[in-house]
Nanobody
Framework: QVQLVESGGGLVQTGDSLRLSCVVSGASRRIDHIYSMGWFRQAPGKEQEFVGGINRSGGGTVLTDFAKGRFTISLDKDKNTVYLQMNNLKPEDTATYYC?????????????????WGQGTQVTVSS
């Protein structure tokens, strides 16, 4: 059974950086052969929102407008790990961040398109 485990969250100050990791285990093959990976976040009292993702086979990344210029997504194929590098963090980035996997070749911004989710990692940005 495929499992996703996020890590790397924490309490930081405005302007700091964090790198979130999402380790995928239990896959029958290297994840870039199987999955497109997405990152989502959910702040208290708010709906879950798409952050960005990386297409299957590492075929390009997608970032939402609020993430462009500050966040990057990368994949370590040998470690079956997806990263979300977040720079210049702002208080409004405070949320629980989730990674998710889908079997399709392209990242989707709709969470319903993902079949497997991690448990989330908390990011808190103080002002």
């Amino acid at each position: 059974q495929v499992q996703l485990v996020e890590s790397g969250g924490g309490l930081v100050q405005t302007g700091d950086s964090l790198r979130l990791s999402c380790v995928v285990s239990g896959a029958s093959r290297r994840i870039d052969h199987i999955y497109s990976m997405g990152w989502f976040r959910q702040a208290p009292g708010k709906e879950q929102e798409f952050v960005g993702g990386i297409n299957r086979s590492g075929g390009g990344t997608v970032l939402t407008d609020f993430a462009k210029g500050r966040f990057t997504i990368s994949l370590d194929k040998d470690k079956n790990t997806v990263y979300l590098q977040m720079n210049n963090l702002k208080p409004e980035d405070t949320a629980t961040y989730y990674c998710a996997a889908r079997l399709g070749g392209l990242v989707l911004s709709d969470a319903s398109g993902y079949r497997t989710w991690g448990q989330g990692t908390q990011v808190t940005v103080s002002s």
